[in-house]
């Protein structure tokens, strides 16, 4: 799996958009970038993927860059229950029945009140 | 309405006991995963049900047995638990044959004595 860097550790006021970025340069053709968050105590959760045009969903907006070196993650409106440890994985598409997930550190966000 | 459930949420228990936890999805998935944590940053795959059918074991010890009675529920008995054997274990369901949506439990913390 390609290397991604992450920020230790970001804050975000409660309401407004948490961007969190991601750093992968060294990301091949046929690699999607994946995000996951884990909340404390809890087990990790999907939250979006994408190989190089932007995606949304219910939870998230991905921006990959053109040149797909880094990508952000976008929460529009982060609330309370958003702080938790999210991670940025590239890897290929996981199509088999079971794979290994090697998390980096990841960016610790914390939604303020 | 929780989508993965797993029972008990901590475990304690002496060398050489035998004990079960408990999954079940009621999401409708087709396919459930097993994975032990022993690190923030590495999730390892134990093992992948598809319709109750057994794909994926990779080396874990004969001492662990899963048992899928039905496509919601998937099982892990350990018999002769060892001090290694502690660690944070993960439930998880997802829809074949892609599992990057795959929804975790909440993790069951196993601690051997």
């Known amino acids: 799996d390609a290397k991604t860097t992450q920020p230790t550790s970001m804050d975000c006021a409660e309401g407004r958009a948490a961007n969190l970025p991601c750093n992968h340069s060294?990301?091949?053709?046929?690699?999607?970038v994946y995000w996951y968050r884990q909340i404390h105590s809890q087990g990790p959760q999907y939250i979006i993927h994408g190989l190089k045009n932007n995606e949304t969903n219910e939870m998230a907006s991905l921006i990959i860059t053109e040149d797909r070196k880094s990508s952000t993650l976008i929460l529009p409106h982060a609330t309370l229950r958003d702080t938790a440890v999210y991670y940025c994985i590239v890897r290929t598409p996981i199509s088999n029945y079971g794979q290994n997930f090697v998390f980096g550190p990841g960016t610790r966000l914390s939604v303020l009140p | 309405d929780t989508a993965v459930s797993q029972t008990p949420k901590y475990l304690v228990t002496q060398m050489g006991n035998d004990k079960s936890i408990k999954c079940e999805q009621n999401l409708g998935h087709d396919t459930m995963y097993w994975y032990k944590q022993d690190s923030k940053k590495f999730l390892k795959i134990m093992f992948s049900?598809?319709?109750?059918?057994?794909?994926i074991n990779e080396t874990v010890p004969n001492r662990f047995s899963p048992k899928s009675p039905d496509k919601a529920h998937l099982n892990l008995h350990i018999n002769s638990l060892e001090l290694g054997d502690s660690a944070v274990y993960f439930c998880?369901?997802?829809?074949?044959?892609?599992?990057?949506?795959?929804?975790f439990g909440p993790g069951t913390r196993l601690l051997v004595l």
């Open positions: 998880a369901s997802s829809q074949v044959p892609y599992q990057e949506t795959q929804y």
């Open positions: 049900y598809n319709n109750k059918e057994l794909i």
């Open positions: 060294t990301i091949s053709g046929n690699e999607y």
